[in-house]
Every structure is written in structure tokens, then in C-alpha cells.
Nanobody
Framework: HVQLVESGGGSVQAGGSLRLSCATS???????MGWFRQVPGKEREGVAT???????SYADSAKGRFTVSQDNAANILYLEMNNLKPEDTGTYFC????????????????????WGQGTQVTVS
């Protein structure tokens, strides 16, 4: 079955950068993958998506600052985050699903079947 393992979180000052990684295994050849952020007491919020064709989508809060990419040879999904703000603080999860329709940042958490364990990002 598909497995996802995030890494790369940490604590940074506002204006700093982080790169999150999501190592994947047993991924389908066609897929939609997303990055989500969750803060306590709230649902997971879509940040960015990328599909198996390399098409990307970003939430308004991420546009111009975050970049989602994938290394297909290494089976790793990335989220490069620049100019970080305190409101970017949260636990970041990567998610995957074999359904590729509507693979956008607006796609809700309930439309993904596989999830990683999350990695904490704190911006102060």
C-alpha cells in the first residue's frame, strides 16, 4: 500500500524558508498529491497540489511564496516555503489519492485516502 513520510519541518523566523519533503512508496502511476496545513481546533487546509502530470495548484495564501514539486526518480514530493509568516505555522501533511480529477488546492481532506504523519512548522 501507499506510504507517505514527511520531514523537514522546524522553527524559523518570519521571512525565513523551509523545504518540506514527503517520501513516497508504492505510489500509483496516476495520482493527485497535496500538502495540507492544520492548526489545533481546525480542519486541515489545502496549501498546494501536484498531479502525476506535474500540474500544480496553490491556495491564495501560498501563491508566490510556496512551490510544490516532485522528484519522480527519488519518489519524493517537496514543498518549498519562502518568506514564511507566523500564520503559516501548523502541522503540515502530505496526502495522496489515485483520483486525479479536481486535483487542486481546493480539494478537501476527505478526498484523499493516504496521509503522512505530519511535520511541525513554527514561524515566529
Amino acid at each position: 500500500h501507499v506510504q507517505l513520510v514527511e520531514s523537514g519541518g522546524g522553527s524559523v523566523q518570519a521571512g525565513g524558508s523551509l523545504r518540506l519533503s514527503c517520501a513516497t512508496s508504492n505510489m500509483y502511476s496516476r495520482y493527485c498529491m497535496g500538502w495540507f496545513r492544520q492548526v489545533p481546533g481546525k480542519e486541515r487546509e489545502g496549501v498546494a497540489t501536484i498531479d502525476s502530470d506535474g500540474v500544480t495548484s496553490y491556495a491564495d495564501s501560498a501563491k508566490g511564496r510556496f512551490t510544490v514539486s516532485q522528484d519522480n526518480a527519488a519518489n519524493i514530493l517537496y514543498l518549498e516555503m519562502n518568506n514564511l509568516k507566523p500564520e503559516d505555522t501548523g502541522t503540515y501533511f502530505c496526502a495522496a489519492d489515485r483520483e486525479t480529477l479536481r486535483c487542486t488546492s481546493a480539494r478537501g481532506e476527505h478526498d484523499y485516502f493516504y496521509w503522512g504523519q505530519g511535520t511541525q512548522v513554527t514561524v515566529s
